[in-house]
Every structure is written in structure tokens, then in C-alpha cells.
């Protein structure tokens, strides 16, 4: 992690967005990462959702686990509260954070081995509780920071940088966040901000667990000939379903489309996701069917892209608890602590 | 022959049952008749990790003189369980006094000749009487109920009242029930003489109440304001987490909407769920999690997150017998290293020790306060024996004029006017620095938290001396504690002694009585009950007034004791270690005989099983 900051200066023409901020508002520190790394990319493509969307930098929190990935949170949104937890162990965190104030937008950053690996079981409950929040995982393969060992998400056949072939099976993480009830799905390339941007932009807006897959090169370990999680790779492989644009608070203009072409997803909070087929038949708002077209996909090789799930009318997990609408963090002493009068009334039923 | 035992309102009552029976609830019965005689009671429940068909104990302590902990020995066994009649037997005080099922014949050979046998044809009253088979299973137990109304001198109109409330909510039951007693009640009068053992009316319980310790905290939870609770299932923590629920529905939901204001998630395993309470400590919420040593484990972790990034949390630890799943069903003190010096790395945690339901209560709500004043982790250390066995105790008090403390938070009014944020920057001298909750400000008080290490400002720093800076004032905030956490109680001896005993948890009740089972006998020691750690200086001042100090405990290797010479430099010469970890509460007679012996008497314990 470094401890250089960014000067704050920028060109006076920079564009602003409806707050009034600039882009540079959205950044963090200078990372620290390798140069070349596709998660920096990624950081950068979170800065751009935020700045366009026009979110409020201090009413994100952004958390991590451990490991390269859960490192960049402190390269995006400096002005947000930032918390670089433990190995694996983020959606706890998350979910207990998200518990005690409802109102913040939560973004969690991982990694293939802090979220596929040692925290598979956190990733899952986090999941399937429905726990309002966007969380991206850095999918490279392999562990950089102890220098090249595979993760679990590493395809089995594949190869490492020192020669190793990877004898375990690969775990997928869309197919897992499926089956799990995640009610956003999408997948995406730490190269292609242009699918990535939407795709974050709609994970932000999205109420309930929005997952996004980022495959994200290692260029340190990961980036040879025989990995199936190099730049070379995944640009052959990559087969997008389908391209999105978001509208937040603005009416959805759909007339250069021809009929059929175009799927208009209205989420919760009116944010409209104009999704151009690419693939042909594939409904997004379909969860069986994505599931078996991926399995299908993956079989012939293929890395399917794309926002490949939504549940527009997802409910999150303080609507499951039917907690208060304000912050558990924000109520009164007189609002959490019944007082003396309940407390008689307690002790003579001890009695 | 030796004398049967002669005793009103003072004698030990001791069940043994097959779990599964339906026996509880008449031994709850029994119970909650002689409380509503005036006659104090203590009552523990010693179960197996089990939900059908293996033995279970319930020990009655009647004590008009109100000795609440465990006395040792057993004056009268009610024997139900046949697996475990020779042990039961074996049990008896001399001259005591055996209660058995004589429907089937039982050779001469089976009893002692030094008790008094009371049979009664439990089973064939029971069948003669009832066709069903659920019916004679349960009403079994009223019967024997019954007879024990009898024999003992209990009031059958307070027991008749008893079952009338039981049964409220299924009137028909009722009659049933008030039928079986008084089966019981009639077969004894017709062929059954009292025993020497007597119930009296007397005045001696009071506006006293009669709760477990899980309970007691789960309700201090609600009173400390806590938000957000995550658990995973554990004995004997669980009812805990059940009775905090159940509390939070009668008192935590928004009168207008309905809504709760509270969240309980049951979380997948230990680890989540005290990464939960750190997720929400972090946030400004209290929060908290229950859990028994196994689950301290594998929370360590996180409990060090929590020290070093400095993040409020509560961990309830309602011990068990350890080590590994050790005795899971059965008591002891086998945390207190454990929990205090949890995680890797130099780390001290701020343990909460109650004596039983009474502080469970009061420390389960000063815990938040004093997890958000200290921005660290607090334990509070129950046990199985108060967390979850009725005790008799005072009832539960609140100020109303007393604010929750959330300690030192930085709002955006400070941070406009100019305050100088640093998250670990000691702006007082107490070691504590003030924290920003996520969203305060737009522009000000964001920080990046992260169990790395950091200089004043939160910044990434792998410098020694940053490091060394930052370490230094956590050992200021562990002093700062001291003056925070409940003081230690001090019982002077009637006379002047250079012996001195300290003690701590739910071995106070069995202390109070071995104090002054010492005392009749002309033994006088100077007692301090802990209540808590880091210890302050009024501990060690205690131990170096006295020549030697005696710390009783219930684990095997003195965990308090180790942890009063590590935390003070005490000479270990100087305190003696008394221990009981057979898994059983700890008795006044296994106390006073230790003690005793020590102090040079030569009278050892006669019954308990660690004096054996």
C-alpha cells in the first residue's frame, strides 16, 4: 500500500458532473500495483462509474479482504471511508457494516483467492442473505502477492509461470453467485472498460447482491502462454451476450434500436439498463436459462461476458429483517434502551 | 443405624432423570414451589450433550439462610435413572435419604444401610391410572411431584397454583395435572411417613427474581443498546442469542411502523459472525456476538483486527469445559487466558468477569459502553453454571438518567471547525483517539482502516518507530481501562490474618458460604472477588498486604492466577492455587476443605468430586 498522495490539482477545464465534481474527486491514492496490472484498470473504470453516475463520494464505503486486488481500494475514492479487513473474510464485514447503516452504498473489492479460495464460504452466505452491495472480484488466477501460486479460480490444465499444471478443478464464480440467489450478475474484462463502466454503474444502482466477475491479468505471474487468464487469452476467448447502457434519473432513449434487439430493465430505484443483444435469445431476467446457457458456453470454451443476470425487484436483506428505515447506527438512546418502567415489568415476571 | 438427617429449610435435593422424560418441568415445579414458600433456592441442571435418552441431573440447594452456590453432598437423591442408580446411591450423606420407584422388586443388595429408603410404585400408580402412553410418561413425573409435596412438607395449594399457571394457555391440562399430584399426594399420606427433611414457610426470598445468566445478558444487551447481533449456534451460548431475540420483539420494534430496530443475523460459522460485529462497530453500531470457547478460537482473528485497527466489539464467552469440545455440557473457567491475550501478535483484551445473572445484566449493557469508549474488543466472561441455571438475585436495575457513552466520535461540526483528525492520535493522553463513522463529512474524516500498521494519520507505515509510537499508547489505552472496568469488591475478615482470597465468576456464591464455613471455625481470611481485567493496582496492593492469597478457580492450570503474575510480577509463592475442573460447580465444602486444610486443619472436603 503506498503513502503517496495524488496532488490535488487538475487542469481547470476538467469536466464536471451534477455535484459538481471532477473526476480526480473520485481517485485515490497512486497505487502501488504493477505496471500493466489489470486491476488498476479496474480501479480507474470504478472511478469513472462513480463520477458519472454522480454518486457522493462519502456516502460510499469500500471494503476488501487481503491480497493485491483488496489493496486498491485505497486507489479509488479517496474521500470515501475505506476498510482493508482480513484474508477472506470482507463479506462479514460487509454485511455487519451494511446492518448498521442501511443508507450508505457498499462496494466490495476482492480477489479469485480471498473470495474463492479462503473466503468462498463468507462469499457465499453474503450471496444468498441478499446483502444490498456491489462486489467485484479481481479474478487473475493466481496469487500475486506471494508471488504465483494458483487460486482457485486458475482452469484446471492450465499453466503457471514456472512451468506447474493445475490439477483441480476451477471454481466459477457467476456460476456460484447464480446458484447462490445473487440477484445481479454480471462478468466482465479488466480490459474493456467499456462493458466494465455499465456494468459497475448498474451494480451500484442495483438493490440487493450485485456481483460482477472482473477477469483481471496478472502481468507479474499470470500473463504467459498456457494460462487461460492472460490478456492474449481472454481477448480470443471473450464472447460478449449482450451490450449496456444505463440511465439514471434520465428518460431511456431506445429509437436507434430495431424491435427485439434491445432489452429495457427498470430497476428499484428507476435506474433503466438498455441492454443491445448481442447474443441472440439471451434473457438476462432469466435465471435457469443463464445458467444453462453458461454451462453451455463455458463447455465450448468460451468466456461469456456481459450482465448475464438481473432481478430488477431483488429485496435485500434488511427487508428480509424489517429493519426501521433509518440507520441502526443513527437511533436514540431512548429509541434502543427500553428504560426502567419495561425493566419492572421484566423482573416481576422473573418472580 | 446412623441418625437420619434433621433439617428445616436447609438441605440438598439432587434428581436423576433420563433426559428426554418430561422430567424438567416437574423439577422446575418443585423449585418454583418451595421459592414461593419464602425458602431460597439454588438450582443447577447438570445435562448431557444430548437431546433424548441419556442421564440428567437436577441439584436442589433449599438454604433459608440463602447459601446460593453449590453446597456438596446430597441429603436426598429422587432416583429415576436406573443407568445411574449405583453412582446415585454411592451419593447419599450418611443418614440421608433415597427416593426410588419401587414398582419393580430391588434385592436388599441394591441399597445402603446407613439411608432411609422411601419407595413409592411410581409406575404402576402411573399406569393404573393412565392408558395412553404420553400421558404416563409425563404425569409419571407430577406424581413423584406429588409424594414429594408430601414427604417434604411442601404446601400442595402452592403447587396446585403453580400448575394452574403452567398450564394457562391449555386449560385442559390443568386438571390433569392437579389430578397426578394429587395422586402422588394421596399414596404418600396413606403409606409414606415425612422425612426428617422439612420445608417451613419463611419470609427470606423477597422481591428477589429467579433468572439464568444468558438470559440476564441477552436483556443487558437490549439495555446497552445494542443493534446488531450475529451468532452461531453453541452450548451453552446459545439461549443467549434466543433470549436477546426474544427481549428485542417485546422492546426494540418502532411503535408507528412495526419495524425493528435491531438486527439478529445467525451467521454461517464464528468467524462471520464476529466479522459482522467489526463490520458494524466499525459503522457506529453496537454490536455484539455469543459464543463458548470453541468459537473464541476461531474468532481470534478478527479479535485482533479489533485490537490493532481499533474497533468496537462485544463477545459474550459463556465458558464450557475445554479444551477441543472438551466437556461441552458442563462448566468451567477455561477462557481467561485465551480471551485475554487473543489473536497473534502482542494484544490484551478488556474482560468483563460477572459473578452471576445479576452483573451478567449490568455488564452486558456497560460492555457497549465501555467497547465504544475503548474502540477495542470487551468479553464479558460467563459460565455455563450462572449463563444457564436459574439463580435467586436481586432484580435488575436501570437509571434512567444514565446516557448510553458511545465515546470519543468526530462529528462534521468538529471537522469544520478546524479539528485536527488523526484516527490513532492520542489528542488527550488516554491512549483513546477519536474515530469518524463512515459519511460524516463530504470532504473531511475519511480514513482507510486496516490492520496494517500505521502512523498517527492512518497512513501506511512499516517504520519502527511509527510502529513502536502506535503500540506504546495501545498499552495506554489498556491503562486507561483500569479506570473504567468494574473494581474489585474487598470483604474484610472479621479478624486481622495475613491470608487473602481471591475469586471471581460463579464461584462467588460457593464462596460466600465457604467464607463463612471458614470463619465458624475460627479460619478468617481477607476475600477480593475480580471483576474484571486488566486488573487495576488495588489487586496487587490486596496481594502484597497478605502472606499468602489463595485464588480459586475452576480450570486446570490457574488461568487468573497466571495471568495476576504475568500482568503484576507477583511472586507465584505467594498465591496458592485452588482448583475445581471436574465440570461441576464448585461446592463450599470443596472450598472450605481446601482452605481449610491449607490454613493447617486437618478437616478435608468429605463429598465433591475433586476432593476425592
Sequence with gaps: MTYIAKPAFHHPSLNTNALGFTR????????????????????AAIVQACFEIDLEPHRLAKLSGIGCSSK???????????????????????TGANLANRELIYLGVSGDGDSASIGLG????????????????????????????????????????????????????????????????????????????PLIKAALAHRGAAFIDVLS????????????????????????????????????????????????????????????????????????????????????????????????????LHMSLETVEAPLNALSDAEICPGSRALDKINARLR | MVKPIAAINDFVVKFANVNGSGSASANGLFVKAILRMGVPVAARNIFPSNIQGLPTWYEIRVSGQGWMGRRGGVDLMVAMNPQTWDRDLAEIEPGGYLFYDSTKPMPATRFRDDITVVGAPLTAICNAAYVEPSKRKVLKNIIYLGVLTYILGIEPEVVEALLREEYASKPALVGANIEALNLGIDHARKTLKPLGLRLERADAVGDRIFVDGNTAAGLGAVY?????????????????????????????????TGKARYAIVQ?????????????????????????????????????????????????????????????????QQSDILSAAYASHGDTKHVMLLPEGPGECFEF?????????????????????????????????????????????????EMLEAGADFGRYLDVDGDGVPYRTLPATHPSKGAYFTRGTSRDRYARYSEEGAVYVDNMERLLRKFDTAKSLVPAPIARKARKATSYGVIYYG???????????????????????????????????????????????????????????????????????????????????????GEIGGLMGTTEKATTGEMAK
Design chain 1, 72 to 94: 486498491t481500494p485505497d486507489y479509488f475514492l479517496g474521500a470515501s471511508h475505506g476498510f482493508n479487513t482480513v484474508h477472506g473474510r470482507m463479506p462479514s464485514v460487509l
Design chain 2, 364 to 412: 452486558g449493557a456497560q460492555a457497549f459502553d465501555l467497547a465504544d469508549r475503548l474502540q477495542t474488543t470487551v468479553f464479558v466472561m460467563l459460565d455455563l453454571d450462572m449463563g444457564m441455571n436459574e439463580w435467586l438475585i436481586p432484580p435488575f436495575q436501570w437509571d434512567d438518567s444514565r446516557p448510553l457513552d458511545r465515546g470519543k466520535i468526530m462529528t462534521a
Design chain 2, 506 to 592: 460463579s464461584t462467588a456464591p460457593a464462596m460466600d458460604e465457604a467464607l463463612a464455613v471458614l470463619e465458624a471455625k475460627g479460619l478468617h481470611l481477607d476475600a477480593l472477588r475480580l471483576r474484571a481485567f486488566p486488573f487495576p493496582g488495588e489487586v496487587f496492593d490486596f496481594i502484597a498486604s497478605h502472606e499468602l492469597v489463595f485464588v480459586v478457580e475452576q480450570n486446570r492450570d490457574a488461568q487468573l492466577r497466571a495471568l495476576l503474575i504475568n500482568e503484576g510480577g507477583v511472586d507465584p509463592a505467594r498465591l496458592v492455587k485452588v482448583l475445581n475442573y471436574d465440570g461441576s460447580p464448585i461446592t463450599a465444602r470443596f472450598i472450605a
Design chain 2, 267 to 331: 451467521a454461517e460459522d464464528e468467524i462471520a459472525s464476529i466479522g459482522m460485529v467489526v463490520g458494524a462497530g466499525w459503522n457506529g453500531s453496537r454490536a455484539f456476538t455469543c459464543t463458548s470457547g470453541p468459537g473464541v478460537s476461531l474468532m481470534q482473528e478478527f479479535i485482533g483486527l479489533s485490537y490493532f485497527a481499533e474497533i468496537p466489539a462485544v463477545i459474550f464467552d459463556v465458558q464450557r469445559g475445554g479444551p477441543s469440545t472438551g466437556m461441552p455440557t458442563r462448566t
Design chain 1, 217 to 316: 491479468p496478472c502481468i507479474a505471474f499470470n500473463n504467459h502462454a498456457g494460462s487461460t487468464k492472460s490478456f492474449d487469452w481472454v481477448r480470443e476467448h471473450n464472447e460478449a451476450v449482450n451490450h449496456l447502457d444505463i440511465m439514471v434519473g434520465r428518460a431511456p432513449v431506445t429509437a436507434s434500436y430495431d424491435p427485439g434487439e434491445l432489452v429495457e430493465v427498470t430497476q428499484h430505484d428507476g435506474s433503466v439498463l438498455l441492454l443491445r443483444k448481442v447474443a441472440a435469445d439471451y434473457d438476462p431476467t432469466n435465471r435457469v436459462k443463464a445458467m444453462a446457457f453458461l454451462q453451455d458456453r463455458q463447455a465450448a470454451g468460451e468466456i461469456v461476458t456481459g450482465l448475464l443476470y438481473v432481478d430488477p425487484e431483488a429485496e435485500d
Design chain 1, 24 to 43: 480526480r474527486d473520485y481517485e485515490g491514492r497512486v497505487s502501488t500495483l504493477c505496471a500493466g496490472c489489470g486491476h488498476d484498470s479496474i480501479s
Design chain 2, 224 to 256: 446497552g443498546g445494542a443493534t446488531v447481533c450475529a451468532w452461531y449456534p453453541i452450548t451453552p451460548s446459545t439461549s443467549l442469542a434466543e433470549a436477546f431475540t426474544d427481549y428485542c420483539k417485546k422492546l426494540r420494534h418502532d411503535p408507528e
Design chain 1, 122 to 197: 463468507q462469499f457465499a452466505h453474503a450471496m444468498r442473505r441478499g446483502v444490498n452491495m456491489a462486489y467485484i472480484v479481481e479474478n487473475n488466477g493466481v496469487y500475486g502477492l506471494t508471488k504465483g501460486q494458483f487460486s482457485a479460480t486458475a482452469d484446471k490444465g492450465s499453466k503457471s509461470k514456472k512451468g506447474l499444471v493445475n490439477h483441480d478443478s476451477g471454481i466459477d464464480m457467476v456460476a456460484l453467485a447464480l446458484q447462490l440467489g445473487a440477484t445481479f450478475v454480471g462478468r466482465s474484462f479488466s480490459g474493456d472498460k467499456e462493458q466494465l463502466v
